[in-house]
């Protein structure tokens, strides 16, 4: 009787956890379902959270892990795609696919020879295996090597003839490379025999997008949305169409419908944000860019795009511009307790663009200069605050201890007032090439203009250089005809890529003259702040390679002032040349000037050093003293040799064929 109650107790407790065990299975199975519909919807937030789900209702079930890998490697997340894969091979040892999944984020995280290890790994096997084929090929764009993955590509069409990816691929590679006619040629064979996938459909859209010919783009992408009125890809870059085309009303309509598909879609209320721009309804343009900006405060692009915005459209007051410069006053205040003055330094000054008559903003800015050891500009800053109206007991304290020290400066005693000289600048035009080579054109399109507005703005915080014109423009030749005409000394042509994640920007500076470059300037950043820390270290290096030049202002017998001091690194025994008034030029190969010998009127020797001026020995060169107020003093000239430019790498090009 005990024995029969004890087998129908364990045939009850088997029965009760086969059921559950096979609800688990039904559970995971549905949610993996829903998984790959968000996957094909390409909304991978939502596939990442169902795969996820699946996996803890089954966590031995591994299709999503390999689905996760998937989405991890489309979403750039290339540690949790490796380790996702690296699961699934121990749950599915025979899918030898996986090593070329593996490859693939192998390369994605830049471990090469890793990569190169699992694509053999599968091709030893299968020597004619397409994913590997097509990793190989990935691997060789990774490393520079793009026409040798174009030829990988072209192999894998004798085994495919119609290979969608190979051939989307070829035209993404010849477009990268220059060579339209190639690629074009790849893209209408892609068309011909895929001419009802919406992904065909959208790299043509992209690429006449990219190449301007809106009516052919206009026509691709509208059928790419009919194809696939999901796809949110499609419906961007039709909005973007729009937009060029003055169709506000169309592309309000295409945001709003990836709006209602995804409420936190940044694109589109990026996208929606220029419209209302482009309508000038700036207020609920302002709203577009903040709904963004309370979800991603770090998006540094709609953050530079509205501030530039209530810049020019709103009054000093304005409420919006005390909401923007706050911000950065805050982020200057967390800088400043890390001991990052020069960042801290920078937030300052641009809260104080937003709201000149912020006394806080004014005050913490005026501090950077007080900790670095200026106290001139200190006080200065202290007089705009008491001019503003402040008027306060510990202000008026340090603008007097601050005045008395004034009084025993080298300006004090030639009577000059050091920040309010007018001195000779390098006249300088900007000019930006919009984005294109990297056909990463759907990020923030509309950025090049306000890019180079926060470009100019960084440049005229020197002292030394004048921002005489600034635009986009499609060419060096266009630059430099408009350069001669703006009669700037020099002109800087720049150029920019963004990605998701990263951010390059180099420049050439060009003597307007003869249109010779002088010098090449690169910087790449990651991460939060990448656009402001590329632009602080390009200007600070254009800043360092301008050579030193200043004025003689004033004279008295064998003593005279200068008019560069601390703020140019001129130091006390610093030996400078005295050159005749106009007699200095510019020298065509290397940044610095020419002069003629009996130019040389005599050498300067500094014996005291102000923040902006410095006093020291006049030095006549020969008998005769002719040796004037207003006459150049540089330092003696060095050659340089110039620093060989780099090549751009492939990233973003890898970056695109893996969303293919």
Known sequence: MLKGAKITLLLFLFISFSGRFLLFADDALLLYKDGQKARYEQNYGRAIEKFRASLEKNPHYFLPMIALSECFLKTGEYDEALKYVKLAQKYDKNNIDLYSLEGRIEVGLGNLDKAREAFNRVLAVQPNNLKARFGMAELDIAVGQK??????????????????????????????????????????????????????????????????????????????????????????????????????????????????????????????????????????????????????????????????????????????????????????????SQNYLDTAKEEYRRALMLEPQSKTARLAYAGIFKTYGYPIKYLNELKVIQKLGHNDPDILDEIEIYSSLDMNSVAKRWDIDQYSIQRDKYTVSIFLIPPGKNGNISVHPFFPEDFLEYLRSYVLEYYNMNVKYYETTNDFESAFNRARKELTNLFLIVQYNESERDFLTDAGLYLTRTGSKLGYFKEYRTGNDRIRDAVVRITRKLYNFMPVRGKLLKRSFNLGIIDIGRFNNVKKNDELLIIKKDGLTFNTEQMGFLYKNKDIVGKFKVSAVDEMVSEGSVIKNGFFDLINPGDEIIYQQKKTERKKEKKENSKNLLQRIFKL
């Open 147 to 336: 026409r040798t993955a174009a030829k990988r590509y072209i192999e894998t069409l004798t085994l495919s003839p119609e290979s969608q990816r190979a051939l989307l691929s070829l035209a993404l590679i010849y477009e990268d490379l220059g060579e339209k006619k190639i690629s074009e040629s790849y893209l209408e064979l892609a068309l011909k025999y895929h001419s009802n996938n919406p992904d065909v459909q959208i790299a043509a859209g992209r690429y006449f997008l990219k190449i301007k010919d809106l009516k052919s783009a206009k026509i691709h992408l509208e059928t790419a949305v009919s194809l696939a009125s999901h796809r949110k890809e499609a419906k961007l870059l039709l909005a973007q169409v729009y937009i060029l085309t003055g169709d506000f009303k169309d592309a309000g309509r295409q945001l709003q419908a990836v709006i209602n598909l995804d409420r936190g879609n940044e694109p589109a209320w990026y996208l929606k944000g220029i419209v209302y721009e482009r309508q000038g309804d700036y207020k609920r343009a302002f709203n577009s860019f903040f709904n963004i900006l309370n979800s991603y405060p770090e998006d540094e692009v709609v953050r530079i795009t509205l501030e530039n915005l209530v810049l020019k459209k709103t009054g000093i007051k304005d409420p919006v511009r005390k909401r923007l410069s706050r911000y950065h006053y805050k982020r200057g205040l967390l800088f400043e």
